[in-house]
């Protein structure tokens, strides 16, 4: 089976950097993504690592490391627009579900 | 906007009834799959559809069912319905092999009482 870990809430100054952290088990593993949902809405995809690195879009950036079983989200120049609950999922190898953390509430304070 | 639409958006229902849930998907993803999402939760996986197949599920009831159709669009059914299905429900679509990247529906809250 597969279980991640993420902390359940972060606040953080308007105009800052945050970074959420995500640990995971699984057996075989495709990749890790990333999904932000704010508060009555549908979960939205921000990111994905297939490989290890840091991949970049804008303000948002996520890293995997495959041999520490890590990866974190990295939001930059923070908007109060930003609070919401973020996700990481991952799928593992032989299977077609996604396997989601139970999420980080993120506080964007002015 | 993803392009995903769920019907109904709110619904009630009592224990022991039954419930369908439906879904359009993105235009041109042939691949369908529903999730559970209690609150302050995660969503769970229930199980995808490809080609009008189930070829996967999670660890859901055989009271969870669904369909998929020619146009790609889905159903999900629950039978006997428990205070405990009260949940958020999350259609998702994506293109066969990018399995990784899906796009949500809105959802449909459903509350049993």
């Known amino acids: 089976g597969q279980s991640l870990e993420q902390p359940s809430e972060v606040t953080a100054v308007e105009g800052a950097i945050v970074q959420i952290n995500c640990t995971y088990q699984?057996?075989?593993?495709?990749?890790l993504s990333w999904y932000q949902q704010h508060d009555g809405g549908a979960p939205t995809f921000l990111s994905y690592?297939?490989?290890?690195g840091l991949e970049e879009t804008g303000r948002f950036s996520s890293f995997l490391s495959r041999s520490d079983s890590y990866g974190y989200l990295l939001l930059q120049e923070l908007q109060m627009k930003d609070s919401a609950s973020y996700f990481c999922?991952?799928?593992?190898?032989?299977?077609?579900?996604?396997?989601f953390g139970k999420g980080t509430k993120l506080s964007v304070i002015p | 906007e993803t392009g995903v639409t769920q019907s109904p958006t709110h619904l009630i229902k009592t224990r022991g009834q039954q419930v369908t849930l439906r879904c359009s998907s993105q235009?041109?993803?042939?691949?369908v799959s529903w999730y559970q999402q209690a609150l302050g939760q995660g969503p769970q996986f229930i199980f995808q559809?490809?080609?009008?197949?189930?070829?996967g599920r999670g660890n859901f009831p055989p009271r969870f069912s669904g369909l998929q159709f020619p146009n790609y669009s889905s159903e999900l059914n629950v039978n006997a319905l428990e205070l405990d299905d009260s949940a958020l429900y999350l259609c998702?679509?994506?293109?066969?092999?990018?399995?990784?990247?899906?796009?949500f529906g809105e959802g449909s809250w459903l509350t049993v009482v």
């Open positions: 690592n297939g490989l290890d």
């Open positions: 559809y490809y080609r009008e197949e189930e070829n």
């Open positions: 998702a679509s994506s293109l066969a092999g990018v399995e990784n990247t899906i796009y």
């Open positions: 235009s041109g993803h042939n691949t």
């Open positions: 699984t057996s075989g593993f495709y990749g």
């Open positions: 999922a991952v799928m593992g190898a032989g299977s077609y579900q996604l396997t």
